[in-house]
């Protein structure tokens, strides 16, 4: 009889687990597909962790803060008409009075500007304001305005306008200098004239300064697209920040394909700071011209190791050659820093001021010289001397 009750109460519990393990199966079968595997080593999928970015998600809060300082910008000026002769009658009082029939024509030009204070100045390029005779400035929230021109600098493509208006928006200068490529920034401008248009990129290269077209070149490049419009829009960063005054492209078609340039902040400022208390960009001259020493020259001047630029031109009566510096002669350090290439020679002697004394040393027929030379005024839009 016990024995008949311990395998009466085995059964049933067999019978209750044979039971359990087909609810498992059929409710929780990722469960019983753990178990089944229970023999090896157990493995557990993790989830990957998503990595918070260090940028934002979104621009807006930078569009927001820097567009309302971006304005659309529409010039004119007249183009002297074609002269033609007049072919009846009653053109022929008007062709006494005006023998030629001369009828101008008015040409329009768009870009864009960027407000940089409250009181109304205005940094864009001067490309897009050259020869106007009329200056119309359009802000973001309609309102439209005749401009001023204050001053331009062709010599770096800026120019500085000035309208006069009430609660102006003005952007936010960038306060470094510190760009990295791979840098998120947003070109804001009037590409084509179809409104105001934000286009992102990075940051591709800074330094550019052998692009060609400007006399002072130190741009940022970058992928953003800029096309015809955008001129003198602004370049940000991505806190809205104002890091450059977009300038030009380099395209085969016209249109962007990824290669912009934008002239830096610190650059634009000084320009727009000179030309608001000066009327012009004062930068230092010293009256030569210079170019790279080749492997030809190096060769036939027997240069050797000498490394430096050969002066190929001196001004009359300009500061080089009242310090007795002559063509010939090989400039191999300005102020103790060496000189090696063309470029060197205008960068440094722009940051001097007229007045200022610098010394040069080099070597004039094999032998070593060093001359003191008192800066001069850079001449007023494009000397081609340094």
Request: hydrophobic residues 40%.
């Amino acid at each position: 009889m016990a024995l008949r009750t311990v395998l009466t109460f085995t059964l049933k519990s067999a019978a209750i687990g044979v039971l359990a393990a087909i609810i498992v199966i059929v409710m929780l079968p990722n469960t019983w597909q753990g178990l089944r595997f229970n023999s090896g080593p157990v493995f557990h999928e993790v989830s990957p962790t998503i990595q918070s970015s260090a940028g934002p998600y979104s621009y807006a809060a930078a569009v927001s803060r820097a567009a309302p300082a971006v304005v659309n910008i529409y010039t004119k000026k007249l183009l002297p008409g074609r002269r033609t002769l007049p072919f009846s009658s009653t053109e022929m009082q008007r062709f006494l009075r005006d023998p030629y029939n001369q009828k101008d024509q008015q040409a329009t030009k768009l870009g864009s500007g960027v407000i940089v204070s409250p009181q109304g100045h205005i940094l864009t390029s001067n490309h897009v304001i050259e020869n106007a005779a009329e200056i119309e400035v359009a802000l973001q929230d309609g309102r439209r305005f005749h401009a001023l021109a204050v001053g331009v600098d062709p010599e770096t493509d800026l120019a500085v306008l000035k309208i006069e208006a009430e609660r102006l928006p003005s952007i936010h200068l960038a306060q470094t200098q510190n760009l990295a490529v791979g840098d998120v920034v947003l070109a804001i401008g009037n590409p084509f004239g179809v409104g105001q248009t934000v286009t992102q990129g990075i940051i591709s290269a800074t330094g550019r300064n052998q692009v060609g077209v400007n006399v002072f070149e130190n741009y940022i490049q970058t992928d953003a697209a800029i096309n015809p419009g955008n001129s003198g829009g602004a370049l940000i960063n991505a806190h809205g920040d104002l890091i450059g005054i977009n300038t030009l492209i380099s395209s085969s078609n016209g249109g962007s394909v990824g290669i912009g340039f934008a002239v830096p902040v610190f650059l634009a400022k000084d320009v727009m700071t000179q030309i608001i208390e000066n009327g012009h960009v004062i930068r230092g001259w010293l009256g030569v011209r210079v170019q790279n020493i080749s492997a030809q020259l190096r060769e036939s001047f027997a240069l050797d190791d000498i490394r430096g630029v050969l002066v190929s031109g001196v001004v009359r009566s300009g500061p080089a050659h009242l310090a007795n510096l002559y063509p010939g002669d090989i400039i191999t350090t300005i102020n103790n820093e060496p000189i090696e290439y063309q470029r060197e020679v205008l960068d440094k002697v722009i940051t001097y001021k007229p007045g200022q004394d610098l010394t040069i040393t080099g070597f004039r027929d094999g032998h070593h010289f060093e001359l003191s030379i008192r800066v001069g005024e850079r001449p007023v839009y494009g000397s081609k001397t340094y």
